[in-house]
Every structure is written in structure tokens, then in C-alpha cells.
């Protein structure tokens, strides 16, 4: 009888033991990658684990010794001659060699150098002790990812990752370059058909196409986003442009439902340095939408760029000033006037900051077809309404630029020089906090040390004193 009381306990305890003998063992991964023996003697190795060592060292995963090498090039590879490193969280990501060596480890007869990293690719060829000893090549088992680029000359050079986004006008990808292991943002936009009829003639010259690349390429600003290479094909246009870790700004708004005030003021004064100094190089963007500004971090104070101005160079498709509903929310009315066809002044770009900074303030939109009439028609008017009740908390002073900026005659809309005059952005603290990110001094704002109350604050009763930059409050992201 004492015996059988006693079987549960024994068999609970044989059940832990095994479930303790399951947790201890490691999860294996399925493989992302194989090394197959070129001069080196070995079986092919399944590379599972996010790190891969190859030496002549015992705590190698690959201890090579006179079974796998003749010992006149045994003796030149070092005891851990090189490691493969992969993030198994993310099967996208690049698989890295690094060079551990003192007679050189090799990628394609590329010197990685000792200390440094490359990445690898599908069959690339991995020497040891000297280019001429090719001692493996690496296959990747996850390189049908980057089938939807068709340009051979970003495949060659990058390693495609995950996607970083989609919309109305394109996929952008994540991209490491294989020699420098520096990331890049990477758009991919499929071109019309029907529209590449329409296009430039001086488009279809690869001149030209260099020209325009080249100046795009010399861009130097610090909020606007840098432009590291375009490949424009016959049907797709792929812009590699400065990789940001914080996203857009439409994420950003959405995320936290509006911007703060001075957080808004921020953001619009390094947007309006960014369009001032586009417009200086003879460039309309012709497309600003919180879509196409990206931010540097997640920092609630932080670095903004600019991107996607010269997107219309390039595709001539009336997507390109759409939303993915298909409706021109940030689009002036001249352009809409003219279906599209017209020309116009660099006026649409400050059109487009008013919505841009309307929709900071509110998190929502001036103009939608949700609030009666037409979206078209009610930009065509300029008809819009500050009736949210977040409209409480914000400044006379921004409402009143806000209507300013958003009038349907261009010549009655103030320049980006009269914008970055403006009372609501002659503020010191904030002022001081764009240099600060910017790292360059700001002209155009002249007033803005000596003048902390102009007169047009006193007559919109906004006499509070300026808060300072403190350190931000945790915001609820949703």
C-alpha cells in the first residue's frame, strides 16, 4: 500500500526531470545558411546558431586541422580566423562575416581586414590565409527575398531586407550595403505604363537622367533626407536614400493622436529650413505629406528629414500627390484647378506645410469628403474649420498662420522666408533646440534671441512665458 502512495510522487518527479531536460536543451533554429567546402575538405555546415566560428582553435565550431587543409596553408590560418554572425530574430537580416585574422580572410578577393565586417551573399566565395585559398562558399537559403528587385546593380551591391513600409507610392526596404555595412533606406516605385508615354523626352536621355540623379546626389542639408544613389528603369524607380531609424511622421502623429504645440513648432520650423533650402537649389517637392518626412529616433524632440523630392522627376503619375485613398489631402488648389496639367510656383509647397502643420496640431485633416462636400472642392475653396476641441489648447498665433498659409490665391500666401519670420516661430527655446539637432546656425529668424513677446502676441493675448526645452514626459503611445 505504501508503495503504490508513493508511485504519483515518483512519476511527478520523472515528469519534471524530463520537462527539465526539454528546457535545457537549445532551441534549434532552422537553418538560414550553408558552408560548403571548396578547398577546404568538410561536409557541408548548416549555419543554425546567430554566431559560426572557424579556426584552428578546439572551441571552434569549425576546427580545421590536416584533415581539412595541407599543413603549408594550416599553419597561416590563426586560431580563430574568422566568425559568420546572423540575427536570428529577424531571418531577413545580413549575415556578417568578421575578420579575426592576421594573414586575411577574403570575400570574392575582397580583404575584409582584421577586426572588420562584410556581409554575405548567396554563393559568395570565403578565402582564408590568402585570396588564392578559397576555402568555402556560402549559400543563402533566404535569398529568393529581394525577387520583387529587378535591379541587378542594387542586387549586387546590397543585402535587401525586410520591408520598411508600403503605400499608394511604393515599398521601401531596408539595405545594407555588403562592403561598408552601412544601412540605407531603399523606395521601390512601379512605374504607370500608360503615364511613361507622357514623360520628358529629356527622360529618356541617360544624360540627362545622370544629371538630375547627380544633382540630387549634392544635396547637402541637414533636413533633408540624403540621397545615396537612384537606378531609374523602364518600369520601376528605385531611390537609396539615408536609412531613419524613427519613421514618419504620419506614424508619429497617429501614435500619439497630435503633437504637442511646441513639439509641432519644432518639427515645422526644421520643415521650413528644409523647403527654404530646396527651393534655393531650384527644386518644388510638389509632394510634402507627414508620409514623406522621417525622423532620426524615437525621441520626442528629435532631427526631422524631408524625403521624396525628387520623386516626380522621375515618375510621371498623378499617384505620386495622392494619398493611398486616392485623395489630394495636402495638394493646393491651383494644382487641382489645372487637373494636374498647369504650372506652378513654389507656392504649393507652402500650401503643403499648412496642412502639414494643421495636422500635427489636431491629428486630423482640414479637408475630407467625411465632412460634406467633396475633399477637392473644399481645398478649391479653402474651406476648413478648427471646430476639435484639441483646437483649445493651441496658440492664436498658429491658428492665425495656419489660415494664412491655406488661402487659395498663391500670391497671397506668405514665402518661406515671411514663414520663417513669423511671431509663432520667433521662439528662442525652440530655435535653440533646432540648432542643437541641426548642428548648423539658422538665419531668417533674426528676432528670435532679443524678442521673447512682439506685438502680435499681445494682441492675441499669448503672453505666457516661453517654456523651455525640459526633458519630455513619457507620452501614452496607443
Not at 500619439?256 to 527654404?276: G, I
Not at 491658428?399 to 506668405?414: G, W
Amino acid at each position: 500500500m505504501a508503495n503504490s502512495e508513493a508511485m504519483p510522487d515518483t512519476q511527478t518527479a520523472t515528469q519534471m526531470t524530463q520537462d527539465t531536460a526539454l528546457e535545457s536543451q537549445p532551441i534549434e533554429h532552422p537553418s538560414y545558411g550553408q558552408l560548403l567546402g571548396k578547398h577546404v575538405k568538410t561536409k557541408s555546415l548548416e549555419l543554425r546558431r546567430s554566431e559560426f566560428k572557424v579556426g584552428r582553435e578546439e572551441t571552434c565550431d569549425l576546427m580545421l586541422g590536416e584533415t581539412n587543409l595541407p599543413a603549408s596553408k594550416l599553419c597561416r590560418v590563426s586560431k580563430l580566423h574568422f566568425t559568420i554572425k546572423k540575427d536570428l530574430t529577424d531571418m531577413t537580416s545580413p549575415t556578417y562575416i568578421y575578420d579575426h585574422s592576421r594573414n586575411g580572410t577574403y570575400v570574392n578577393g575582397r580583404l575584409i581586414g582584421t577586426k572588420k565586417c562584410m556581409i554575405l551573399k548567396h554563393e559568395d566565395v570565403i578565402s582564408i590565409a590568402g585570396v588564392n585559398i578559397r576555402a568555402f562558399v556560402y549559400y543563402d537559403l533566404r535569398h529568393n527575398i529581394s525577387v520583387e528587385i529587378k535591379a541587378k546593380e542594387l542586387l549586387d551591391r546590397y543585402h535587401i531586407g525586410r520591408k520598411l513600409g508600403s503605400g499608394a507610392c511604393g515599398t521601401v526596404y531596408l539595405l545594407h550595403d555588403t562592403v561598408s555595412c552601412q544601412p540605407y533606406a531603399m523606395k521601390h516605385v512601379a512605374k504607370d505604363p500608360l503615364n511613361e508615354r507622357s514623360r520628358p523626352k529629356f527622360l529618356h536621355d541617360p544624360l540627362r537622367v545622370m544629371n538630375e540623379v547627380n544633382i540630387m546626389k549634392n544635396l547637402d542639408h541637414p533636413c533633408v533626407i540624403k540621397m545615396h544613389d537612384i537606378v531609374d528603369k523602364p518600369d520601376s524607380v528605385y531611390m537609396v536614400l539615408e536609412y531613419m531609424k524613427g519613421g514618419d511622421l504620419l506614424s508619429r502623429i497617429i501614435d500619439n493622436k497630435y503633437l504637442p504645440e511646441k513639439t509641432a513648432k519644432l518639427f515645422f520650423l526644421q520643415m521650413c529650413h528644409a523647403v527654404k533650402y530646396l527651393h534655393e537649389q531650384g527644386i518644388t517637392h510638389r509632394d510634402l505629406k507627414p508620409d514623406n518626412i522621417l525622423l532620426e529616433d524615437e525621441n520626442e524632440y528629435t532631427l526631422l528629414k524631408v524625403s521624396d523630392f525628387g520623386l516626380s522627376k522621375f515618375v510621371r503619375k498623378n499617384s505620386v500627390m495622392r494619398t493611398i485613398c486616392g485623395t489630394p489631402l495636402y495638394v493646393a488648389p491651383e494644382v487641382l484647378q489645372t487637373g494636374g496639367r498647369g504650372s506652378y510656383t513654389r507656392k504649393v509647397d507652402i500650401w503643403s506645410l499648412g496642412v502639414v502643420l494643421f495636422t500635427m496640431l489636431s491629428g486630423t485633416l482640414p479637408f475630407s469628403d467625411d465632412y460634406g462636400s467633396p475633399a477637392v472642392e473644399q481645398i478649391k475653396r479653402a474651406k476648413f474649420q478648427m471646430r476639435h476641441t484639441v483646437w483649445k489648447n493651441v496658440s492664436p498665433l498658429a491658428k492665425k498662420l495656419i489660415y494664412e498659409i491655406l488661402s487659395v490665391n498663391p500670391n497671397s500666401r506668405p514665402t518661406i522666408e515671411q514663414l520663417l519670420r513669423s511671431s509663432w516661430l520667433r521662439d528662442p527655446d525652440v530655435i535653440s533646440k533646432a540648432q542643437q539637432l541641426m548642428k548648423i546656425p539658422l538665419v531668417g529668424t533674426e528676432h528670435a534671441r532679443t524678442q521673447r513677446t512682439t506685438a502680435s502676441d499681445v494682441e492675441n493675448n499669448n503672453t505666457s512665458p516661453v517654456s523651455s526645452f525640459a526633458p519630455p514626459s513619457k507620452r501614452k503611445r496607443l
